[in-house]
């Protein structure tokens, strides 16, 4: 099972990105997805999550500014990156938790897409 991360870049502060993870190989749902951001000191801090029933939260610094959200059917799930801004820079990592009941649950990650805003 792998996490494929797509949709990173630069752009000028007040512009957009969407990110997208898709969970490939796997035979289970996933039950949560999340986007992280790394910073160069390696300091990972959880910026969205999704459950597999809608259930969203997001870091205080992004909310109002980013939507994150899930395709169940494709075990995909995608990060609406909108009014950036510089300090939003960094390493964004996709996270993800599958499995189902009686059969166990795993946690995989992505390997990390870099986000470069600029002033």
């Known amino acids: 099972v792998r996490l494929a991360e797509s949709g990173g870049g630069s752009v000028q502060a007040g512009g957009s990105l969407r990110l997208s993870c898709t969970v490939v190989?796997?035979?289970?749902?996933?039950?949560?997805m999340a986007w992280y951001r790394q910073t160069p000191g390696n300091q990972r801090t959880e910026i969205a999550a999704v459950l597999s029933n809608g259930i969203t939260s997001y870091d205080h610094r992004v909310e109002g500014r980013f939507v994150v959200s899930m395709n169940r059917a494709k075990n995909e799930v995608y990060l609406q990156m909108n009014s950036l801004k510089p300090e939003d820079s960094g390493t964004f990592l996709c996270?993800?938790?599958?499995?189902?009941?009686?059969?166990?649950?795993?946690?995989?990650w992505g390997h990390g897409t870099q986000v470069t805003v600029s002033p």
């Open positions: 996270y993800a938790r599958v499995g189902q009941s009686g059969a166990g649950v795993w946690e995989f």
């Open positions: 190989g796997s035979d289970f749902p996933s039950l949560v």
